[in-house]
T-cell receptor
Framework: QKEVEQNSGPLSVPEGAIASLNCTYS??????FFWYRQYSGKSPELIMF????GDKEDGRFTAQLNKASQYVSLLIRDSQPSDSATYLC???????????FGTGTRLQVTL | DAGVTQSPTHLIKTRGQQVTLRCSPK?????VSWYQQALGQGPQFIFQ???????QRGNFPDRFSGHQFPNYSSELNVNALLLGDSALYLC?????????????FGSGTRLTVV
């Protein structure tokens, strides 16, 4: 079982719709959770992080965390073509300072 | 504001050769972490350097080694290159002991082993 699992996609949503990206993790000691966006050939850029159960909103993005289910998700409202990218879920445990990434979900926002 | 600088941007090497990749951290950052990202995969943690010492290491063979200099810049060395070492190598810098909240990634070095 992989430590961090994501559906590789592609996930295709029409412009203006809500995109829902999901991630599960295996280490119950994981404490912090991150969503990175990565455009093709570019480096990852941090979109959001969350470490408490519940929702965290930042503009069009909402991160959701359920530690009991070991599940974290990212919602993108009013999806735009510029949101088309690979979204990487990453976790870290306690004071550890390394990120464990999933394989990423490729999102395609269609016109 | 200088971010994380990696060099070279692209590199082609032959199987069995050795390669050195370089990283200059963001101004004010003192910790450098290296990641390998194979095509279609997420980045995998190689190791982290702080105060010129390797502090953490991922599941990579000893062919992968590194160094951090007094100015906080870092090198990643890979010996006896294999075809499977072809990947995007990412450097991330952070401040004071390596909090992931302050990670800044460089644009990466694309290594192709033929």
């Amino acid at each position: 079982q992989k430590e961090v699992e994501q559906n590789s996609g592609p996930l295709s949503v029409p412009e203006g719709a809500i995109a829902s990206l999901n991630c599960t993790y295996s280490d119950r000691g994981s404490q912090s959770f991150f969503w990175y966006r990565q455009y093709s050939g570019k480096s990852p850029e941090l979109i959001m992080f969350i470490y408490s159960n519940g929702d965290k909103e930042d503009g069009r993005f909402t991160a959701q965390l359920n530690k009991a289910s070991q599940y974290v998700s990212l919602l993108i409202r009013d999806s735009q073509p510029s949101d088309s990218a690979t979204y990487l879920c990453a976790v870290t445990a306690g004071t550890a300072s390394k990120l464990t990434f999933g394989t990423g979900t490729r999102l395609q926002v269609t016109l | 504001d200088a971010g994380v600088t990696q060099s070279p941007t692209h590199l082609i090497k032959t199987r069995g050769q050795q390669v050195t990749l370089r990283c200059s951290p963001k101004s004010g950052h003192d910790t450098v972490s290296w990641y390998q990202q194979a095509l279609g995969q997420g980045p995998q943690f190689i190791f982290q350097y702080y105060e010129e010492e390797e502090r953490q290491r991922g599941n990579f063979p000893d062919r992968f080694s590194g160094h951090q200099f007094p100015n906080y810049s870092s090198e990643l060395n890979v010996n006896a290159l294999l075809l499977g070492d072809s990947a995007l190598y990412l450097c991330a810098s952070s401040l004071v002991g390596g909090s992931v909240f302050g990670y800044t990634f460089g644009s990466g070095t694309r290594l192709t082993v033929v």
